[in-house]
């Protein structure tokens, strides 16, 4: 069924703000102080962006850190401060409640991240930018800390068919340590279905999350995050084409892409020796 033409058209807006209110002065002013925040405080270590063609892509990450998404802003710095702000525009695309926050959303609005949506993020890949998914979304970010190294797409294809329609390259980036800044005691799936929050809030995970300086929460408020060292490990680039042909399968997809992520998460948790302190 077609989507009617007034989402469309506020798809194209999230889009128009994602490259066009994305703020490269603001960028270019915060990016030292934060990059070097970042690295004193979560020890952040981003490698990989070698394999990063020099064409347009679809970047997926593996989502940790509940609301903060530490990794997200990580990476984001990482990647400015890698390839410049000048060099090839980057929009990560969030969950709305993240996108619409009143002072977190708005610094991440400036650096290009958007809410998601596929028709807005296909436009954008269009345009010759970079664009960053998070499949697992809050079911991945929320995940338990007994899963805190393992890939949470919860079956999410998506992203999948987004590269094969908008024929880009997907570039797997995992991430190690972003689950260790605040505590997940459960999973929340069924109790956030059971409320209806699934289609009330887009809201799929509702689990019992210890933080500070909250305590025990239903699911998760920003919080001040632990100082966990963070690992991210960009990996090399995947043609749905090339692997699957024209008409891929997507379970095989979905099934070789995690497959790969969790070769490469697990390889970057085993670098902990302590959870939290890396």
Same mark, same amino acid.
């Given at each position: 069924?077609?989507?009617?033409?007034?989402?469309?058209?506020?798809?194209?807006?999230?889009?128009?703000?994602?490259?066009?209110?994305?703020?490269?002065?603001?960028?270019?002013?915060?990016?030292?102080?934060?990059?070097?925040?970042?690295?004193?405080?979560?020890?952040?270590?981003?490698?990989?962006?070698?394999?990063?063609?020099?064409?347009? #892509? @679809?970047?997926? =990450?593996?989502?940790?850190?509940? $609301?903060?998404?530490? *990794? +997200?802003?990580?990476? /984001?710095?990482?990647?400015?401060?890698?390839?410049?702000?000048?060099?090839?525009?980057?929009?990560?695309?969030?969950?709305?409640?993240?996108?619409?926050?009143?002072?977190?959303?708005?610094?991440?609005?400036?650096?290009?991240?958007?809410?998601?949506?596929?028709?807005?993020?296909?436009?954008?890949?269009?345009?010759?930018?970079?664009?960053?998914?998070?499949?697992?979304?809050?079911?991945?970010?929320?995940?338990?800390?007994?899963?805190?190294?393992?890939?949470?797409?919860?079956?999410?294809?998506?992203?999948?068919?987004?590269?094969?329609?908008?024929?880009?390259?997907?570039?797997?980036?995992?991430?190690?340590?972003?689950?260790?800044?605040?505590? #997940? @005691?459960?999973? =929340?799936?069924?109790?956030?279905? $059971?409320?209806?929050? *699934? +289609?009330?809030?887009? /809201?799929?995970?509702?689990?019992?999350?210890?933080?500070?300086?909250?305590?025990?929460?239903?699911?998760?408020?920003?919080?001040?995050?632990?100082?966990?060292?963070?690992?991210?490990?960009?990996?090399?680039?995947?043609?749905?084409?090339?692997?699957?042909?024209?008409?891929?399968?997507?379970?095989?997809?979905?099934?070789?892409?995690?497959?790969?992520?969790?070769?490469?998460?697990?390889?970057?948790?085993?670098?902990?020796?302590?959870?939290?302190?890396?």
């Amino acid at each position: 069924m077609a989507r009617p033409m007034d989402e469309l058209n506020r798809a194209f807006a999230r889009t128009s703000e994602g490259l066009d209110g994305r703020d490269p002065e603001f960028i270019r002013e915060w990016l030292p102080r934060l990059w070097l925040g970042a690295q004193l405080y979560f020890r952040a270590e981003v490698h990989g962006f070698e394999n990063v063609p020099d064409e347009p #892509v @679809l970047f997926v =990450g593996n989502h940790s850190g509940g $609301a903060n998404i530490p *990794d +997200t802003f990580i990476f /984001v710095l990482a990647y400015h401060t890698y390839f410049t702000v000048e060099g090839r525009p980057l929009v990560a695309l969030a969950h709305k409640v993240v996108a619409n926050m009143p002072v977190v959303g708005n610094m991440a609005r400036k650096f290009g991240v958007v809410q998601a949506d596929q028709v807005a993020a296909r436009d954008v890949l269009g345009r010759g930018a970079n664009v960053l998914v998070y499949p697992g979304g809050d079911v991945e970010a929320l995940r338990p800390w007994r899963d805190r190294n393992k890939i949470v797409f919860d079956g999410r294809k998506g992203f999948l068919k987004l590269a094969h329609a908008a024929g880009v390259k997907i570039v797997p980036v995992v991430a190690a340590g972003g689950q260790e800044t605040f505590f #997940v @005691l459960n999973d =929340g799936r069924r109790l956030a279905k $059971a409320l209806h929050l *699934d +289609t009330l809030l887009r /809201v799929k995970s509702l689990p019992i999350s210890l933080s500070f300086p909250w305590g025990l929460v239903p699911g998760d408020l920003p919080h001040i995050a632990l100082p966990a060292k963070i690992r991210i490990q960009v990996l090399p680039a995947i043609d749905l084409v090339e692997r699957f042909g024209d008409e891929p399968d997507f379970d095989d997809a979905y099934g070789y892409v995690t497959s790969v992520m969790q070769v490469g998460l697990s390889t970057l948790a085993a670098k902990t020796v302590v959870p939290g302190l890396g």
